[in-house]
């Protein structure tokens, strides 16, 4: 857990709005034809609608997008931690040295 005076990773935020950003697309691109379909057959087809016809063309590709920005922020979201960590043991001193023979400095 992070310690109260440590700044908070802004990737994380990022990385949760684009993940929930995911998970709303991939419902709407998987679902939203199948209740097109349910509609047509129960005698009331949906107007027509762009964004319909988006997803049906090109949800995909914003999916694979949306991956590649979870990817992205994940991949930055552990390196600012890992440079973080690193930087607080080195000003702890905690960082052994790489060689053992070689006193501390």
Do not use: C
């Amino acid at each position: 857990m992070a310690s109260p005076s440590e700044p908070h990773n802004p990737f994380y935020l990022a990385l949760l709005f684009v993940s929930l950003l995911f998970v709303v697309t991939v419902l709407a691109v998987g679902l939203v034809p199948e209740l097109e379909k349910n509609a047509a057959k129960a005698g009331q087809p949906p107007p027509p609608s762009e964004f319909r016809e988006y997803l049906r063309s090109d949800g995909w590709r914003l999916v694979l997008w949306e991956v590649g920005a979870m990817i992205v922020l994940s991949t930055l979201s552990m390196g600012l931690d890992r440079l973080r960590r690193l930087q607080n043991e080195r000003a702890a001193g905690t960082i052994p040295p790489s060689d053992p023979n070689q006193p501390p400095v």
